[in-house]
């Protein structure tokens, strides 16, 4: 409980810090403010996740590098999946891997999901979360409350739309926005880890399987989640799975996997790349591209006799 209160003031101090810095240009008491310092506190732990991201790359490169083995365990001890599993633990610690590496960002935040959900049903009560309960941003807690886009306030869902409208807000409106969000949300989480499978995952990698259950468990598990989740919460999963996409997407195209759709694509720009520059492409047993410049032939200067062959000596 101490964690859960540390992350709701955390988490409402950094929306309330937004708010303030939006309300120079945008109205205060606009829904828009509060749906923007929602996306300015995704960025923000995004940012602040990107070390683990950076060890998500690494596992999965040694999980890619470490197949082999993984197939010969495998094969060894097919009949025996007790002693298989602990071999793969061993070859796992061996090699400094951690297979549910790839999974550290997503779970990470889910804590810090809890604790905006928990600001926005305080907001939604008028119960102060947070920095809501101290006295210079008290305030700013009916101003939340009050505040909507589309006609919706941020503390609506899909199953307790007719509660909105108490407040005054329209039911329908906030079931068509929270239905079209749950959409958003999971089509970007399906999509985002099909990016991963189909150009980042080689095809024998034993961990596909795994991977491919994820791509349908995920976005199921959201979708029939979402029709409880806010509109903030909405926004805030919409918009970290975009920032995934996109990051996911410049590693995959800058720093791709051996082996893998992505990597045999980069080694063809590369060789396209050096063609047009004139260069000779060159495999080398590791599969990189090398340049080859052909070395330029200075012309040799001739002799008179030699350039006219044909003038008679006189």
């Known amino acids: 409980m101490f964690i859960l209160d540390w992350l709701r003031t955390g988490v409402s ?7 303030q810095l939006l309300s ?3 109205d205060p008491t606009s829904g828009w403010t509060w749906a923007l310092s929602i996306v300015g506190l995704v960025i923000v732990i995004r940012i602040a996740l990107i070390p683990l991201f950076v060890k998500q790359i690494k596992a999965q490169r040694n999980l890619q590098i470490i197949q082999p ?30 297979p549910l590496a ?17 600001v926005l049903q305080g907001i ?7 920095v809501f309960n101290w006295d210079q941003y008290a305030p700013l807690l ?41 959409i958003l949300m999971s089509s970007t989480t399906f999509l985002t880890q099909r990016q991963l499978i189909v150009k980042n995952t080689a095809p024998g990698n034993p961990m596909v399987r795994q991977q491919k259950i994820l791509l349908y468990v995920f976005p199921i598990v959201f979708a029939v989640g979402g029709v409880n989740f806010p509109i903030g919460v909405l926004i805030y999963w919409f918009t970290t799975n975009l920032w995934t996409m996109g990051q996911q997407f410049w590693v995959i195209r800058n ?60």
């Not at 101090?13 to 708010?19: A, I, K, S």
């Not at 790839?102 to 928990?118: D, E, R, T, W």
């Not at 080859?292 to 006799?305: D, I």
């Open 13 to 19: 101090w950094v929306l309330v810090q937004f708010h």
């Open 24 to 26: 120079n240009f945008i």
């Open 69 to 98: 083995q993984m197939k010969e365990i495998q094969k060894k001890y097919a009949g025996d999946k007790e002693r298989q599993s602990q071999e793969m633990m061993k070859l796992y610690k061996e090699t400094g891997t951690n």
């Open 102 to 118: 790839s999974c550290l960002p997503i779970l990470l935040q889910a804590p810090i999901f809890f604790a905006l959900f928990s």
């Open 124 to 130: 939604a009560m008028l119960r102060p979360e947070g």
């Open 142 to 182: 009916q101003n939340a409350h009050d505040a909507s886009i589309f006609g919706v306030p941020l503390y609506g869902t899909f199953l307790g739309a007719d509660e909105v409208a108490i407040d005054g807000f329209n039911p329908t409106s906030t079931r068509v926005l929270a239905f079209i969000l749950i």
């Open 255 to 314: 720093n791709p996997q051996p082996g893998t759709p992505a990597f045999d694509a980069q080694e063809a720009r590369k060789a396209a790349k050096i063609a047009r520059k004139g260069g000779v492409v060159v495999e080398t047993e590791v599969t990189d591209i090398v340049s080859v410049t052909p070395e330029r032939v200075q012309p040799k200067r001739s002799s008179k006799s030699k350039r006219s062959p044909n003038k008679k000596k006189k």
